[in-house]
Structures are given as structure tokens and as C-alpha cells.
């Protein structure tokens, strides 16, 4: 490897490391904000929690193109031998891309793992990955539960009433395990109407034969 390119790494590591600094910056904050807004909640303790299913897409397309730009970093000739740095944007960005991808799915995988849908004794909490609205539903707010199968994840419509009384509805998406698991919880705890896609159960049964 030659001198320019580890002048170009260097470069490429110094603005990875000012977008890092923005990035996690921004995650903690959110976090921080989030964990204090959620101490209010009371559903009892956590028994388990569910990850997104979208996450591991989103890291697996992140992880495809982060490949793709180390490949091409080191294929490509021609990004050793620009003359300098400061004129050869297009050089540098190979050297920075691959960075702030690898940075995106750090960022990304916390975030999903900070945002799980919690199960707990009292109900549970749905929280969203892009979004700071999250829902503490306890099992006598339900109102109706469809769930369906989407893909290779299934999705949970709630319906339920908020604390003035009010209809509103939100949806979470979960691996069939995480989902059936939430399932049995809300039949074990809950007298709300329960709809379920026939393609969720293989072999047939109900809802009451899970």
C-alpha cells in the first residue's frame, strides 16, 4: 500500500470520526430522552422483549454495501495513485464510505436494541425505532388483537383505549416466535377480541389451540 493511501485513510478516519461524534451523539440523546420518559410507565417487570424484524434488513442491506466499498477500495487501483487528497473527492469518498456505513449499522443495532418491544407482567410496551412516540399497553386497555402473517415476520394490529377513553390503534412487528409469546400473554391476561390470520398457524388450529 502506498503513501497515498494511508493519507487518504487518515483523512477518511478524521470526517468518519466527526460524523461518529453527530451520529452517537444524537443516539444517546435520544436514548437518554427516552429512558427518562419511560420511567413513568408501570406494567410490572420486563419477562422478555422482541426485536424489530426491519432491523436485520436494513443491517443486512447496510452490511451488503459496506462490502461493496471495501471491495472496491481495494480493487481499484487507481484510488493510490490520485495526486493529493484535498482534489480527489471522489478518491476519498471510497475511503470514507465504508466508515460511516460500518458507524450506521453500530448506530442502528443500538438503537433496535435500546427500542425492543418489552413483555411484562402488567401488559406490554411497543416502542418505535424512528420514532419517540412509544405505547404502554396494559392488558385491560385491549381491544382487539389482529395478527397476520407478513413475509418471514408476523404483524400485531392492537387495537385499545387510551387512558380518557379513547379508540386508538398501533401495530408491531415480530418474529413468529416473540409474536406467538405475545400472543399466549394477552390470551392468558386479556378478554379482548383476538383475530389471527390463517397462514400464522400452519396446521389450522385457533387462536385458543396455541
Known sequence: MTENFWK??????????????????????????????????QLGEEIDSFYNPHVFVALSIFAVFFCIFVAALFTHDELDFVDGVTNSTPGLIFFVLPQVIAINIIQIWLRAKWQRTSLRTNGFLVRKILSERFYPLGYNQLVRIHVEQESFWCVVRILFRTAEGKPEECSVRLYKQGCMQLVRAIQ???????LMDDRFLPDGTSPTGI
Open 8 to 41: 487518504f485513510m487518515l483523512h477518511g478516519s478524521y470526517v468518519a470520526f466527526v460524523y461518529a461524534t453527530v451520529a452517537f451523539g444524537a443516539l444517546m440523546y435520544r436514548h437518554i430522552s427516552d429512558t427518562i420518559e419511560q420511567r413513568t410507565v
Open 188 to 194: 392468558k391476561h386479556s378478554s379482548c377480541e383476538l
